[in-house]
């Protein structure tokens, strides 16, 4: 992975998670809550959900009113692959894999598609660091 890539990635405001979900113990909640925290516009992604913390959930990356800049992934490979292929297609410049939301799999494809990828590092862990 590029480094310089996660750099880039926390510079950019607009961010979609594709896993958000309205648990507060779960990562895809805990995730979208430090990005909107951080001072990101954030959008949940989440076919199963109609809200997270009182935001509008979306169904897809292209129900969402803008591209987002990054996609920041927590949910598990097998569920990925769709994502991947429509952040492409949508122009979305960062994927970023949350651990165990990846597979190698995964990242080749992404790369392969023309994203930048992240992976083996947490939003959570670089947004702390830049406090």
Sequence with gaps: MDWDYVEDAMKRKVWAVVGALPRETKYGFQIYKTLKLNGYTAYPVNPKFEEVDGDKCYDSLSSLPV?????DMVVPPTRGEKYIEEAAKLGVE???????SESEELIEKAKNLGLKV???????LETDKRK
């Design 118 to 124: 992240i992976h083996n590092t947490c939003v959570m």
């Design 67 to 71: 591209v987002p800049e990054v996609v």
């Design 94 to 100: 960062f994927i970023w894999f949350q651990p165990g």
